[in-house]
T-cell receptor
Framework: DSGVTQTPKHLITATGQRVTLRCSPR?????VYWYQQSLDQGLQFLIQ???????AKGNILERFSAQQFPDLHSELNLSSLELGDSALYFC????????????FGEGSWLTVV | DQQVKQNSPSLSVQEGRISILNCDYT??????FLWYKKYPAEGPTFLIS?????DKNEDGRFTVFLNKSAKHLSLHIVPSQPGDSAVYFC???????????FGTGTSLTVIP
């Protein structure tokens, strides 16, 4: 158990809909990261937050947005869903700073039908 | 632009033999490197790391080697066990940026 909690574990929704994925980081971790893993793909970095502020942005679509709340949990909002958005979405957290380690949650399986 | 590359998508090794997984990077500012192991439908789990001030780090059956001049790191697993069958990702961190860059993964199969 990495200490990073993601909900829901599985989600099936229709095209055009909007979903929210939630992540609770490990206790004490200030950084939250979101990654997407599609079939046969590596881990695609989406976005990073550090203590409530956006720190880095990767290949995140404009239809997607995220935020980190004062209690440090984070949400990833996916809207106008398309079939190609079906993927495993991982949240990860770290203390922040140099030489730190990132710990992953179990992921949220999103299936768009 | 893929700054961390794992050029071998898959690797098969006999049980008991050595597994060598390779990773190359392009950014000379990376100063911390990590390896993660991932089973299907699970999150990646941290395996071992190495700072750029070292060239080798060992933890049990796992050893990571770093060659800074070649911008190359490798993970050695000795002896390989069937339970090691998983996808292995290497990752790099640039200290100032706090962003982790992941490779595309190598699927290791250890044959009993």
């Amino acid at each position: 158990d990495s200490g990073v909690t993601q909900t829901p574990k599985h989600l099936i929704t229709a095209t055009g809909q909007r979903v929210t994925l939630r992540c609770s980081p490990r206790s004490g971790d200030l950084s939250v990261y979101w990654y997407q893993q599609s079939l046969d793909q590596g881990l695609q970095f989406l976005i990073q937050y550090y203590n409530g502020e956006e720190r880095a942005k990767g290949n995140i679509l404009e239809r997607f947005s995220a935020q980190q709340f004062p209690d440090l949990h984070s949400e990833l909002n996916l809207s106008s869903l398309e079939l190609g958005d079906s993927a495993l979405y991982f949240c990860a957290s770290s203390i922040g700073g140099s030489l730190n380690t990132i710990y992953f949650g179990e992921g949220s399986w999103l299936t768009v039908v | 632009d893929q700054q961390v590359k794992q050029n071998s998508p898959s690797l098969s090794v006999q049980e008991g033999r050595i597994s060598i997984l390779n990773c190359d990077y392009t950014n000379s500012m990376f100063d911390y490197f990590l390896w993660y192991k991932k089973y299907p439908a699970e999150g990646p789990t941290f395996l071992i790391s190495i700072s750029s001030i070292k060239d080798k780090n060992e933890d049990g059956r796992f050893t990571v080697f770093l060659n800074k001049s070649a911008k190359h790191l490798s993970l050695h697993i000795v002896p390989s066990q069937p339970g090691d069958s998983a996808v292995y990702f290497c990752a790099a961190l640039e200290g100032t940026g706090n962003q982790f860059y992941f490779g595309t993964g190598t699927s290791l199969t250890v044959i009993p």
